[in-house]
C-alpha cells in the first residue's frame, strides 16, 4: 500500500510540475509595440516591437522616393540596451499600459502620422491609436521610438549606400551627426555592424570613415 501511494504521489508531483513548465511557456512575453502609418513619409509605415527580454524587432515599408512607385521594405531583429528597454517599460505603465484613449481629439492639428502604441503580458493588454497625445509618458515614449526607427532607417540606407554609392555616405553620416547632437537618435549601437563595416573599408573616403566612428563613440561603443 505505501508503495502504491509513493507512486500515486510522484505522478500528481510530475503532473503539476510538467504543467507549470508548460504554463511558464505559453505565458507571452511583456511587449511594447509601437506602429505609425503615415503615406506622406519616408518609411510610410513601420513597426517596432520591444518584449521585456529585449530581442527586438523592427520593421517598415515604403516607396523608393515620391515620384516612384517602387516600393522598398526592411526587417531587422535588433537587441535594445536595458536603460532603453526599461524607459520604455516604465513610461507604458506610467500611461496606463495604453488601456485607455490616449489621442488628444484636438482639433486644427496637422496630421503627423495614425500612431498606435500597445502593450500586452499575461495579466493586462492595451491597444490606443493617436495623432496627438497631451499625456505626458506617451509623448515621451512616442519621441523615444520615433529616435529609434530614425535611427535604424539611417542604418538601412548606409547599407544601401555603403554598397552602390559610396560617395553618399558622407552626406547620410553628416546628418546622423547633426541629429544626434539634437538627440534624435537612439540605440545606435542597434547599426553598429554597418557602421564598422564603414570605418574598416579603405574604399571609403577618410573623412567619411571618422564620422562613422564619432558616432560610435558618441554611442559608447567604441
Request: charged share 25%; hydrophobic share 35%; proline share 4%.
Amino acid at each position: 500500500m505505501f508503495r502504491l501511494f509513493q507512486i500515486a504521489c510522484l505522478i500528481v508531483f510530475s503532473s503539476i510540475f510538467f504543467s507549470t513548465i508548460a504554463d511558464s511557456q505559453t505565458q507571452p512575453t511583456p511587449a511594447v509595440t509601437f506602429t505609425v502609418d503615415f503615406p506622406s513619409s519616408q518609411p510610410e509605415h513601420y513597426s517596432i516591437r520591444i518584449p521585456s527580454d529585449g530581442q527586438a524587432h523592427y520593421e517598415s515599408s515604403g516607396r523608393l522616393s515620391a515620384d516612384s512607385d517602387d516600393t522598398d521594405s526592411f526587417d531587422l531583429d535588433f537587441t535594445v540596451a536595458p536603460q532603453t528597454r526599461q524607459k520604455i517599460f516604465d513610461l507604458s505603465a506610467k500611461a496606463g499600459y495604453f488601456q485607455k484613449d490616449v489621442d488628444s481629439h484636438h482639433k486644427n492639428l496637422a496630421f503627423t502620422g495614425k500612431k498606435t502604441l500597445a502593450y500586452k503580458d499575461a495579466q493586462r493588454a492595451g491597444e490606443s491609436t493617436y495623432n496627438y497625445s497631451s499625456i505626458q509618458a506617451v509623448q515621451e515614449l512616442t519621441s523615444l521610438l520615433q529616435s529609434l526607427s530614425a535611427t535604424l532607417e539611417f542604418g538601412h540606407r548606409l547599407q544601401y549606400d555603403h554598397r552602390y554609392q559610396k560617395l553618399a555616405l558622407d552626406e547620410e553620416l553628416k546628418h546622423m551627426e547633426d541629429m544626434a547632437r539634437s538627440n534624435q537618435l537612439a540605440e545606435v549601437a542597434a547599426i553598429q555592424p554597418i557602421l564598422e563595416r564603414i570605418i574598416a573599408d579603405p574604399s571609403v573616403i577618410n573623412v567619411t570613415r571618422a564620422r562613422a566612428k564619432r558616432l560610435l563613440e558618441w554611442a559608447g561603443v567604441h
